[in-house]
């Protein structure tokens, strides 16, 4: 049973219950894009999934793509973006302070 509250979340186990605080996680992707259209694809894609709070553009030749959340599926969203753009990996996930 899990019950949802604003940046929190409760789980019911057979111990008893316990608060596990969401943290916004910084997921940065590397993506095969040849041409502007593939940047604009990559995007929208991050932008259009569940829980993103930032998207962006990194690196020298702007082929990583930073996607700032909570709650964000990185493999789906590695997924969809292998899809729609092109070959895409994951480089790191840290975890980032909002307050």
């Known amino acids: 049973v899990e019950m949802k509250r ?3 979340k409760i789980l019911k186990t057979s111990f008893g219950f316990k608060r596990f605080h969401k943290m916004a996680k910084k997921i940065l992707m590397s ?3 040849r041409c502007q259209k593939c940047r604009s ?3 929208k894609v991050g932008a259009k999934t ?7 553009l990194e690196g ?9 959340g909570e709650g964000v599926d990185a493999a789906g969203l590695v997924l969809r973006l292998r899809k729609k753009v092109g070959f895409a990996d994951i480089v790191s996930v840290t975890d980032v302070d909002t307050s």
Request: hydrophobic share 50%; proline share 0%; no cysteine.
């Open 6 to 8: 604003e940046k929190q």
């Open 31 to 33: 993506v095969n894009m």
């Open 41 to 43: 694809a990559a995007l």
């Open 50 to 56: 569940t829980g993103v709070t930032f998207v962006g």
């Open 60 to 68: 020298e030749e702007k082929d990583k793509v930073v996607v700032i």
